[in-house]
């Protein structure tokens, strides 16, 4: 009677898409009909996505840095222009930005959270300011599943008259209980004169999975007809008065309606389209977003308690008091001086007991190409965010026992 060692077990990685037969079948449905792409599943996901997240409208696109690319756009986010970013954040939120030909003003994070929180906000405004770009935009992420505190970011922006670009690719399902109401991640401010757009990934290790997919969400119906328009070519059916389209006998027949084979381009935009395949994916996986969230809630309960022993070694990730979170990352926080281990060597042992970890993230003002551009802002609670955060194994098919056997492997990598 010996008990398997840790290695045996089935490798855990530190985040997983679950697939099931009925998102096999909704898939199945798509290739056996008339849409690969531009069809009824796309429309539907958007419908969908928008009731859920409780925005007006919802477009679909590739992945989260294309819904990234074009909020930025849909704004007019352009050269001399600047957003403000916070640093620990996946390079995307970031490089969309230069994308748009815009400087990106890195803010710093609270070191436990590592959410940007408005004094970090308002210090990049001013850092910015002062190399004179003109700040445009604050895009707050919503790390590991919980929201910045927007109810203050949003009174920001609209103080500043600064547009809101939500980085929600962690956060589908958190609600945002700062303004003492709750508000689902994606319904964005409708306050925020400037613009409010929120934005998701739907990577499989995010917290439900197109393969890749992302969306763009909103209310103000002229923002968002531009996001749609810029997904698609900058490309429109209808003839548009005010638009300026070029040439009225091309557009209308003798009744004046529109010809059938009428487009016009009114700005260049992508192919930033989501195919039907992966819209039926991702609608499929919509329908059990609440059973994810769930799942994900309790095992991060349980983390709590097996981790509570090792403390002050390992804490669990900080919670803040004003949102409900969807989490997508166990972020723990491990003070690997402490424990005498380099955060290297702990990764490789949790390896060898068949537990896989990450670090979300290396701070994005450090990459060689940020540096190159704009030296080294000094940024101490991301560079602090980063010393000591580790995301453990995290995804709704992890049984209950997983997390024991994570906490078990983390105590033996750090002794
Ligand atoms: C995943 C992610 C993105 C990019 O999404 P993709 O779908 O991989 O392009 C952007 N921002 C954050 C915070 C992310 O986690």
């Keep these: 009677m010996t008990e398997p060692l840790p290695a045996e077990l089935p490798f855990l990685p530190y985040g997983r ?177 400037a613009g409010s757009l929120t934005v998701f990934s ?56 529109a010809n059938p084979w009428y487009y016009e381009m009114v700005e260049p935009g992508f192919n930033h389209r989501l195919s039907d395949i992966h819209a039926a994916l991702v609608l499929s996986q919509l329908g059990r977003l609440d059973r994810f969230v769930d799942r994900r809630a309790r095992l991060m309960a349980l983390y709590a308690g097996r981790l509570a022993p090792l403390a002050p070694l390992v804490r669990p990730p900080a919670q803040v008091p004003w949102c409900r979170p969807a989490w997508h990352l166990c972020a723990a926080r491990i003070d690997f001086d402490a424990a005498g281990r380099t955060r290297s060597a702990v990764m490789a042992a949790l390896r060898a007991l068949g537990v896989g970890t990450q670090v979300h993230y290396i701070p994005v003002h450090r990459q060689p190409y940020w540096r190159r551009r704009y030296g080294d802002p000094v940024l101490p609670g991301a560079m602090a965010h980063y010393d000591r955060t580790l995301s453990l194994p995290l995804f709704p098919a992890m049984a209950d026992g997983d997390v024991d056997r994570v906490a078990a492997a983390l105590e033996r990598a750090l002794s």
């Design 202 to 257: 739907f990577h499989p290790v995010k917290t439900i999975a197109a393969g890749e997919g992302g969306a763009v969400t909103g209310s103000d119906p002229a923002l968002m007809a531009r996001v749609r328009r810029l997904c698609n070519h900058g490309m429109m059916r209808e003839p548009h008065a005010g638009e300026g389209f070029a040439d009225p006998e091309a557009a209308l027949d003798a009744e004046g309606n």
């Design 17 to 193: 898409q679950s697939v099931e037969e009925e998102d096999i079948a909704a898939v199945a449905a798509v290739l056996r009909g008339d849409w690969l792409t531009q069809g009824p599943a796309v429309a539907g996901f958007e419908r969908a996505l928008a009731a859920r997240v409780g925005a007006a409208e919802a477009v679909a696109c590739a992945n989260g840095t294309a819904a990234l690319r074009l909020a930025y756009a849909a704004l007019g986010i352009g050269p001399g222009d600047a957003v403000v970013v916070p640093s620990n954040t996946f390079l995307a939120t970031a490089s969309a930005a230069r994308h748009a030909g815009a400087e990106v003003a890195f803010a710093d994070v609270e070191p436990d959270s590592g959410l940007m929180g408005v004094a970090e906000a308002e210090a990049a405004i001013a850092r910015a300011r002062k190399a004179g770009w003109r700040v445009r935009a604050l895009a707050p992420v919503h790390y590991a599943g919980q929201t910045a505190p927007m109810d203050e970011l949003a009174a920001l922006a609209q103080a500043e008259g600064l547009a809101l670009v939500e980085d929600a690719c962690h956060a589908i399902g958190t609600v945002d209980l700062s303004g003492g109401r709750e508000v689902p991640v994606g319904a964005g401010r409708p306050e925020v004169a």
